[in-house]
């Protein structure tokens, strides 16, 4: 039986909300920062392609398919390089979601890789005795924020399901250039050196990002990993349990619970019984094209199903880019999305969720109808719909605030197999705590850290075991039944606004590879909307004032990587605002 909302409940509901986003008000992080040029280069190739957030992990990946692996082969080759030389955004100690087209079986499947909250750990883990929310970065230092690592489990279960070349095998790359050393690049220098005193907190990244003196590392400086080289070591013979349980596993849980001044509960008992998921693909049907993505516990592949949704209602092709309207209607789109994703999706293991509801033609021609005006959408305009829904629950808002960081991949093999692949430690150096070479991520601060909204339930709260609510957004698009175009992005609940104006460049207005990853962004989530400082889209900001508008020029961090599919071979291009690279043959 369905059940639709009555809207009075839910206007009634909205009205006991208060400061919806409080959390995101209390940050005072340093997100990763952008580097780079504007200009990304557009990389051309028969059989095979990797593009990565950096040189030495799409390389890594280049070298195994080159010697006969396929794409999940060099998942794992990818990852555990990435690990080592943008330990900053994604590795061993985090978490990651997996979109994976098999050419074979012309199917899609994903993974869920996404860390969980320990089993000790209580819906109140990030209020204050008071009952309030801690400040943000107070809830990300130390151990409280580290969730059960998941990315491990990944890689293995996908080799294990899909993978060719002998596991130990693919691990090597990275273990060699661990022992060997490899040349800290300008970015992870820069970002150090931003962190000042809070990546020194604890032993581990003290001793491993500055040297003797105290200073951080510079670009260049060739830096060893043994403890990482031992830790892949031990995987390569023992596989995952060997990560999960003896003295790696051992060696978390310690750090974890004895992080001095916050110390989290993670336990032997989570990472024993830490499992992938593997779940169907959420798509949307966007113009003649399937939008296929990481459904929840990831928002993304929802979210952006719904911005593309409701922009489909009009002719944003004809409007082009240059065109305020079309931005108007874009950052409303993503506004009515973010009001959605914020009351309904969280882990779907935990409750039922109305995501066929959400990515209905019809609910989001309703949902278009709101923007058939001329100005920005007012505030309380700006809330959560009424999907059909066959379960009766209903949920307070759960703002949460994902940092910028994290990393992309994208992999096309010779067979035609195609991964997207967003892996994270959550924010840049995680929750700064570091063990046998890699960093443990602060992922549980994605949960929402009020428990109710009012006298309702949040979703996205903390609950053992749940997975917390993530943003990212891996998306394979398929057109006739076949990939066309692998993508995806880093940057925290950017991510979403990033993967959709990319699609909507590419779809609609006809751009290149290597523009969709390099135009210049503008992104509304919360009625701010966002602007890339010293870009083009600059030009908008007086325009988008003038309709009602909140402006706000400032770095916006992407790492769109992405591989289209053409008829005769691949195309691939790196976001130049990081350090990737597109390779292949
Ligand atoms: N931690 C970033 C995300 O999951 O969206």
């Known amino acids: 039986m369905s059940f639709r909302f009555c809207t009075s409940f839910l206007v009634s509901a909205a009205l006991v909300v208060g400061s919806a986003h409080a959390q995101q008000a209390s940050d005072t992080t340093a997100p990763e920062r952008a580097t780079g040029t504007k200009t990304a280069s557009r990389v051309e190739a028969k059989d095979f392609m990797v593009a990565a957030a950096n040189p030495l992990a799409a390389e890594a990946g280049r070298k195994v398919i080159a010697e006969g692996g396929n794409a999940v082969d060099a998942v794992v080759a990818v990852q555990t390089v990435l690990g080592l030389?943008?330990?900053?955004?994604?590795?061993?100690?985090?978490?990651?979601?997996?979109?994976?087209?098999?050419?074979?079986?012309?199917?899609?499947?994903?993974?869920?890789?996404?860390?969980?909250?320990?089993?000790e750990a209580t819906p109140k883990l990030f209020l204050d005795?008071?009952?309030?929310?801690?400040?943000?970065?107070?809830?990300?230092?130390?151990?409280?924020?580290?969730?059960?690592?998941?990315?491990?489990?990944?890689?293995e279960d996908v080799h294990k399901?899909?993978?060719?070349?002998?596991?130990?095998?693919?691990?090597?790359?990275?273990?060699?250039?661990?022992?060997?050393?490899?040349?800290?690049?300008?970015?992870?220098?820069?970002?150090?050196?931003s962190e000042g005193e809070r990546l020194k907190k604890y032993d581990g990244p003290r001793g491993y990002f500055y040297d003797a003196s105290g200073a951080a590392l510079k670009a260049g400086t060739v830096l060893k990993n043994p403890a990482y080289a031992e830790t892949l070591k031990t995987i390569a013979t023992g596989g995952a349990d060997a990560f999960y349980g003896g003295p790696i596993a051992e060696a978390i849980v310690k750090t974890v619970r004895e992080a001095s001044g916050n110390p989290g509960v993670l336990s032997l008992t989570d990472l024993a019984n830490y499992r992938t998921k593997e779940r169907e693909p959420v798509c949307a049907q966007y113009r003649a094209l399937d939008i296929c993505g990481m459904g929840p516990p990831s928002s993304g592949a929802v979210a952006v199903g719904q911005i593309l949704g409701v922009v489909e209602n009009f002719d944003i092709k004809a409007l082009g880019p240059d065109n305020v309207e079309s931005w108007r209607l874009i950052g409303d789109a993503q506004r009515l999305a973010f009001a959605d994703r914020e009351r309904y999706l969280a882990d779907p293991?935990?409750?039922?969720?109305?995501?066929?509801?959400?990515?209905?033609?019809?609910?989001?021609?309703?949902?278009?109808?709101?923007?058939?005006?001329?100005?920005?959408?007012?505030?309380?305009?700006?809330?959560?719909?009424e999907p059909e829904w066959d379960h009766a629950l209903l949920f307070g808002r759960g703002p949460t605030l994902e940092m910028p960081s994290t990393s992309h991949f994208v992999i096309v093999d010779k067979q035609g197999?195609?991964?997207?692949?967003?892996?994270?430690?959550?924010?840049?150096?995680?929750?700064?705590?570091?063990?046998?070479?890699?960093?443990?991520?602060?992922?549980?601060?994605?949960?929402?850290?009020?428990?109710?909204?009012?006298?309702?339930?949040?979703?996205?709260?903390?609950?053992?075991?749940?997975?917390?609510?993530s943003s990212m957004a891996p998306t394979i698009v398929m057109k006739d039944g076949k990939p066309l175009l692998a993508i995806g992005s880093p940057g925290g609940s950017q991510i979403i606004g990033y993967v959709a104006q990319a699609?909507?460049?590419?779809?609609?207005?006809?751009?290149?590879?290597?523009?969709?990853?390099s135009q210049p962004h503008l992104i509304n989530r919360f009625g701010t909307y966002d602007i890339e400082a010293g870009t083009d889209a600059e030009k908008l900001a007086d325009p988008l004032k003038a309709i009602g508008f909140e402006v706000k020029p400032g770095e916006m961090n992407s790492g769109l990587h992405a591989i289209e599919i053409t008829g005769t071979g691949l195309v691939g291009s790196a976001d130049p605002r990081r350090e990737g690279v597109a390779v292949g043959e």
């Open 85 to 119: 030389v943008e330990p900053q955004s994604s590795g061993l100690g985090g978490g990651s979601f997996l979109v994976y087209y098999d050419a074979a079986s012309n199917k899609m499947t994903t993974f869920d890789g996404r860390e969980t909250a320990p089993m």
């Open 129 to 155: 005795d008071k009952g309030q929310p801690l400040k943000f970065m107070d809830a990300v230092i130390g151990g409280r924020s580290v969730g059960t690592p998941g990315t491990v489990r990944l890689l």
């Open 161 to 193: 399901k899909y993978g060719k070349t002998p596991w130990a095998d693919l691990l090597k790359p990275a273990e060699t250039l661990a022992t060997d050393g490899f040349q800290v690049s300008p970015r992870l220098a820069s970002l150090i050196a």
């Open 349 to 385: 293991d935990f409750m039922p969720l109305p995501v066929k509801g959400l990515l209905r033609k019809d609910y989001l021609a309703t949902r278009a109808s709101l923007l058939d005006g001329d100005k920005a959408l007012a505030a309380d305009v700006v809330k959560a719909g």
């Open 417 to 469: 197999n195609v991964v997207s692949m967003t892996t994270t430690i959550e924010s840049g150096f995680g929750s700064r705590l570091m063990t046998n070479g890699f960093l443990l991520n602060n992922e549980l601060t994605d949960f929402s850290f009020n428990t109710h909204d009012g006298s309702l339930p949040v979703a996205n709260r903390v609950e053992p075991g749940k997975r917390p609510r």
């Open 503 to 517: 699609l909507i460049a590419y779809i609609d207005w006809g751009m290149p590879v290597e523009k969709i990853v």
